[in-house]
């Protein structure tokens, strides 16, 4: 046992690492904006990304003793992962090494254009007055962002080959989005149609739904945040919120995790980079 104890400190320091760091697990973080965290305390000095350092990442990576590398950035798309985004901010699968250890990924909103879509869902007053969002995005018989979601599923499934590629040995765990939304919806505390937000909630679920199957084809955990926000969504008392709505009553984005959801996305995510790894004893 000394001798391969011996043979481990010699390995860490040619490779230039402590025998603590060669130990350590290596986590890089990809995503968008419910990664991220925009507007969470505290801000990363990264500022056009608006990320923050209490994000689930940097949760999930205090939990699990890990080196993190956290490439999340807000408004991110599937193509930034291997392209710049603003044309400056560096392709996100540049952060992952043959060495990492642990990758999650949180993607797919902003490629369906979902955050514009809630917007556009807006009315402050009761039906009839007004449009609704769910019968604008389905007129004609075609549902626009069923099947946008539909079109971007087989990039995520190319995405997460190449995240394969490049770290062979990483455990990675692909997330769904948030319960935002509870059935029937919560006007006007929230100001949109009960129909329109079980619409708007079941492309969130297609979109999970998409990234669960691409997940699991490649052998990769999903990991399910709806389940975790049943009851914590935007109807929800603001103690009890793990997602903002469209006017924060904590320091978040609208729409986006607050720090309790953070705290309870980062638990969720160590818990299943845990299943399936030796016990450090």
Known sequence: MRIVAGLAVLAA????????????????????????GPLVPNP??????LRSDHDYPQVAAGLLQARLTD?????AETDHLAGRQFGFVAPQLD?????????SLTIGANDVGLFQAALSCVNLLPEPA????RDRYTAGGEDQLAKAVDAWAPE?????DEIKRRSPHAKLLVTGYGTYIRPGGCHPSQPVWGRDGDYLQSV???ISAAARSEATARGATFVDFAA??????????PADRYLEGLVPTTLAAPLHPNTAGMAAFGATVANAARQGRPSAG
């Open 95 to 103: 952060a992952l090494k043959p060495s990492t250890d642990l990758v």
């Open 204 to 206: 969130l679920d297609k």
């Open 13 to 36: 320091l040619v490779a230039g690492t402590s025998p603590a760091q060669a130990d350590t697990l290596e986590y890089v973080a990809l995503g968008d904006s419910a990664a991220a």
């Open 228 to 237: 975790v926000t049943v009851g914590h969504d935007i109807c929800a008392a």
């Open 130 to 133: 007004g449009v609704s969002c």
């Open 71 to 75: 490439a999340t950035c807000s408004g």
């Open 156 to 160: 995520l499934g190319a995405a997460l």
């Open 44 to 49: 990363d000095p990264a500022l056009w990304c």
